[in-house]
Nanobody, 124 residues
């Protein structure tokens, strides 16, 4: 069992940056993937980025590539998503999730454990 606790989020102005944290605890395997998603009331859960923990390899969806950066601190069992140049259309509830298959995938259903979600609101 893995517990995923999200930190961060909040309200920012357009053009500002925000960092989300995802603290992992429990029986994580040595090789797993941390995925980042977001969701609005009108859209399905949308994949943003994924990080293969043991290789520190990252993959980004095209529309966030260059603006969002996923990283990790293994000593703190924490993954991060740095979001830069935020725009109002980035407003959503953001989630991190763990996929113990260690295969990077964009499908939410592949992820086994989810954080509680955190609201990010960007004002123009």
């Amino acid at each position: 069992q893995i517990h995923v606790a999200q930190q961060g989020g909040g309200s920012v102005q357009a053009g500002e940056s925000l960092t989300l944290s995802c603290v992992l605890s429990g029986q994580t395997r040595s090789n797993f993937v941390v995925g980042w998603f977001r969701q609005t009331p009108l859209k399905e859960r949308e994949f943003l980025a994924a990080l293969a923990w043991s290789h520190n390899y990252t993959y980004y969806e095209d529309h966030v590539k260059g603006r969002f950066t996923s990283s990790s601190d293994s000593a703190k069992n924490t993954a991060y998503l740095l979001m830069a140049s935020l725009q109002p259309e980035d407003t959503a509830v953001y989630y991190c999730a763990v996929d113990q298959s260690a295969i990077i995938t964009t499908a939410p259903r592949a992820y086994d454990y989810w954080g509680q979600g955190t609201q990010v609101t960007v004002s123009s």
